[in-house]
């Protein structure tokens, strides 16, 4: 398994490795989003941090949770868009479905008639 993988994955309660269900990266930062549940059975979404490297010396490459000061204006650009698509998940979640159009459906008109006047 490449570092790669093992960086952008968790492991599952039951045991199984899950994928981020989205990652924003800007430059060598990335936000990759969780979905999670608690133990009462509220979902909600989390993000950690990440910022990649790579060894002039030996090639090697990785991912590391400690940023330098020449990152601030990737790290403010990522959380940006980071809660930015928490907020619209957030926005879709909260939305009530559609309300049928009762002036519509047969016999429907003359109740809401009633009920209006």
Same mark, same amino acid.
């Given at each position: 398994?490449?570092?790669?993988?093992?960086?952008?994955?968790?492991?599952? %309660?039951?045991?199984?490795?899950?994928?981020?269900?989205?990652?924003?990266?800007?430059?060598?930062? +990335?936000?990759?989003?969780?979905?999670?549940?608690? %133990?009462?059975?509220?979902?909600?979404? #989390?993000?950690?941090?990440?910022? @990649?490297?790579?060894?002039?010396?030996?090639?090697?490459?990785?991912?590391?949770? @400690?940023?330098?000061? @020449?990152?601030? @204006?990737?790290?403010?650009?990522?959380?940006?868009?980071? +809660?930015?698509?928490?907020? +619209?998940?957030?926005?879709?979640?909260?939305?009530?479905? #559609?309300?049928? #159009?009762?002036?519509?459906?047969?016999?429907? +008109?003359?109740?809401? #008639?009633?009920?209006?006047?």
């Amino acid at each position: 398994m490449t570092e790669s993988t093992n960086r952008k994955r968790n492991k599952e %309660p039951t045991g199984e490795v899950a994928d981020p269900v989205h990652v924003i990266r800007e430059g060598a930062i +990335a936000a990759s989003l969780w979905k999670r549940q608690s %133990p009462s059975g509220f979902a909600y979404y #989390d993000f950690t941090l990440s910022r @990649s490297w790579k060894s002039m010396g030996t090639g090697k490459s990785g991912y590391s949770r @400690s940023f330098f000061a @020449s990152n601030q @204006s990737e790290l403010i650009a990522v959380i940006q868009q980071t +809660a930015a698509w928490l907020e +619209a998940q957030s926005a879709d979640s909260s939305r009530v479905p #559609d309300q049928p #159009d009762l002036a519509s459906v047969p016999g429907e +008109a003359a109740a809401l #008639d009633s009920f209006v006047n």
